[in-house]
């Protein structure tokens, strides 16, 4: 079965209708791209898949079981944002991976964050970063705070499903390539990849499907080899 499924999800805050009936699946070794306008409900979409918030009808299944509410620990997940990641600011690179492992995501296996490792990572995924285990986050670029983010998400040892909001926001060309290259051999090894992203080239050209989400409704799910300008 897929990693993870929606069928029919519904979710409104007061009487915004974020998502409207949702299907979508998303499969071990796919990068599956989200894309839509603003308020289209792509950030509502990705936490309840996520298990970060319930909806209100509808399931989400995780490898075919449903899954039970509030089960955010089903996965690894990274959330991205310009100017703001969910690392701690006052932190060093190496504590904000071991903070993560120790206390959110406690059963997936993550282990503790030598700063070897961590190191070795951030040279695995970004040449080049010019971080250091040991560097506050506070005294970190955009971009790196950005790199550091990612791989953080990628220090599970069996990683599901990898969520990417907007990943290159404050990265520069150069990143951005190296990013999705290390995407593409994770969704080799197995991962399911969603790449939320308003940069529909990039979208195009990383991911192997691209559905199109609108008033919180699908309004195409197609293979992204061919597609141009989705709408
Ligand atoms: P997108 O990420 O595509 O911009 P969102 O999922 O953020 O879309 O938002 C979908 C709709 O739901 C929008 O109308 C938005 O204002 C509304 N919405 C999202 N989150 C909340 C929330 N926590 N409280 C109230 N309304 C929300
Ligand atoms: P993005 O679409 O890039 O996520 P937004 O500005 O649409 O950026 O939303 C930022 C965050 O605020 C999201 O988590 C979204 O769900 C939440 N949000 C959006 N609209 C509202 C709203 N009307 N009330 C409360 N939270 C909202």
């Given at each position: ?9 519904t979710?409104a ?5 974020a998502?409207?009936?949702v ?19 792509k ?19 995780v ?24 690392l701690?600011?006052d ?83 150069d ?24 940069r529909?080239?990039?979208v ?17 799910d197609?293979?992204a ?7």
């Amino acid at each position: 079965p897929p990693v993870v499924t929606a069928r029919g999800v519904t979710k409104a805050y007061g009487r915004t209708r974020a998502l409207a009936g949702v299907d979508l699946q998303v499969r071990a070794g796919e990068v599956l791209g989200l894309v839509g306008h603003n308020g289209a409900g792509k950030s509502t979409l990705m936490r309840v898949l996520a298990g970060l918030e319930s909806c209100d009808a509808g399931a989400v299944l995780v490898h075919g079981e449903e899954a039970p509410a509030g089960s955010a620990a089903a996965f690894g997940t990274v959330r991205m944002a310009y100017q703001e990641t969910s690392l701690c600011p006052d932190l060093t690179v190496a504590e904000n991976m071991w903070i993560s492992s120790r206390h959110c995501l406690p059963r997936l296996g993550w282990r503790r964050a030598a700063s070897t490792s961590v190191r070795r990572r951030l040279d695995e995924v970004f040449p080049g970063h010019g971080v250091t285990p040991r560097d506050r986050v506070e005294d970190l670029s955009l971009a790196q705070r950005q790199m550091v983010e990612i791989v953080r998400a990628c220090l599970v040892d069996r990683l599901d499903l990898l969520i990417l909001d907007e990943p290159t926001e404050s990265l520069g060309p150069d990143a951005a390539r190296t990013l999705y290259a290390y995407v593409r051999r994770l969704a080799e090894a197995g991962t399911a990849v969603l790449l939320i992203s308003h940069r529909i080239r990039e979208v195009l050209s990383a991911a192997d499907r691209v559905v199109v989400l609108r008033d919180g409704a699908v309004t195409a799910d197609r293979a992204a080899a061919g597609m141009t300008e989705p709408d």
